[in-house]
């Protein structure tokens, strides 16, 4: 399973190698959602993206994303405030009475207010950094889709919910941001050879096991290059009338030599460039044509750190 993935930081890199224009309204529909919707994450390394506003329908996506911005700083700074005074409570409770539950209080207490200042850092930096272009399953991330004789970058969740299922459909499948190719055909025939897309990826990570405890590896092409990661998506409706979703998997497939030899059995499908129109066009084409292009894949050196273990 590839549960998460470093995704190109600049949007260049999204019209130089495919062409695809940002498709403004969605975006700032989206956005609009995130404001009332705490649960949509976008990458930060998105939101960059209209730093500079280049036109009058960018500038409310600017202002959109400045507004979640400073509720998120003012939410953080409030968590600051109410965790230093617990933890000055309980340290005046150590000098007078010590006790395992002041003890553990001070703890949690230090605890939540290293972490809410490493979280404000991140938010306040003018500066760009490479963990805020990662994603993880349930997060949104820009993809490349086909509308008519154009392409648009849209965003999308990577956790696929097809069309027609219960939202429920989420917590009993939870590894529907990847499509295995041997189930292309079977579990993924509404989406295969209809709904195709492609998600741009410095690099991924990988859980897996080492001697009985996991492990997070970090693959990176040699020589360093783009993915151009195959998906799938789906548009889905809200039966009650909510907000639909836009979702997306990614298409997974045996790994290289030495992404299995470091423990990992599947591997995302990286296209090559002259197979991008084919695949985000599969109207008309023949499975067989579809499989083909996902067999003549890059096939980089995949080269590996273990982050953790």
């Known amino acids: 399973m590839c549960y998460s993935s470093q995704i190109a930081a ?18 700032r529909e989206l956005y609009g959602f ?37 509720e998120a700083i003012a939410k953080l700074e409030g968590e600051v405030f109410v965790q230093r005074k617990r933890l000055a409570d309980a340290e005046r409770k150590l000098q007078t009475k010590p006790t395992k539950a002041a003890g553990e209080s001070r703890r949690i207490a230090g605890a939540k207010i290293e972490a809410a200042l490493a979280r404000l850092a991140r938010l306040k930096a003018t500066q760009p950094h490479p963990s805020e272009a990662r994603i993880f399953p349930m997060h949104f991330a820009p993809i490349v889709v086909q ?20 939202a429920s459909i989420d917590r009993k499948f939870p590894g529907l941001y990847n499509a295995r190719r041997d189930n292309l055909e079977k579990f993924w025939r509404r989406e295969f050879g209809f709904s195709h897309a492609v998600m741009l990826a410095e690099s991924f990570y990988e859980n897996v096991d080492r001697d009985g405890r996991n492990a997070v590896l970090h693959f990176v092409p040699r020589p360093a290059s783009t993915m151009l990661v195959a998906c799938l998506f789906a548009q889905w409706t809200d039966p009650a009338g909510g907000a639909p979703l836009l979702s997306f998997a990614a298409v997974t497939d045996d790994p290289p030599p030495e992404v299995a030899a470091a423990g990992h059995d599947r591997m995302i499908v990286n296209l090559k ?20 292009i996902l067999s003549d894949r890059q096939a980089p ?9």
């Open 34 to 70: 995130r404001h009332a919707n705490s649960s949509i994450r976008i990458p930060r390394a998105v939101d960059r993206w209209f730093n500079e506003p280049k036109n009058a329908d960018e500038t409310p996506i600017k202002e959109l994303i400045d507004q979640h911005r400073a």
């Open 273 to 292: 460039p002259e197979h991008i129109a084919a695949w985000l066009t599969p109207a008309g084409r023949s499975l067989q044509e579809l499989q083909g």
């Open 301 to 309: 050196y995949y080269e590996h750190e273990v982050l953790a273990a």
């Open 147 to 166: 509308e008519g004789e154009r392409r648009v970058v849209r965003l999308a969740r990577y956790h696929c919910r097809q069309a027609g299922k219960p």
């Open 10 to 27: 600049a949007y260049q890199q999204y019209l130089k190698l495919t062409g695809a224009a940002i498709d403004l309204d969605q975006f």
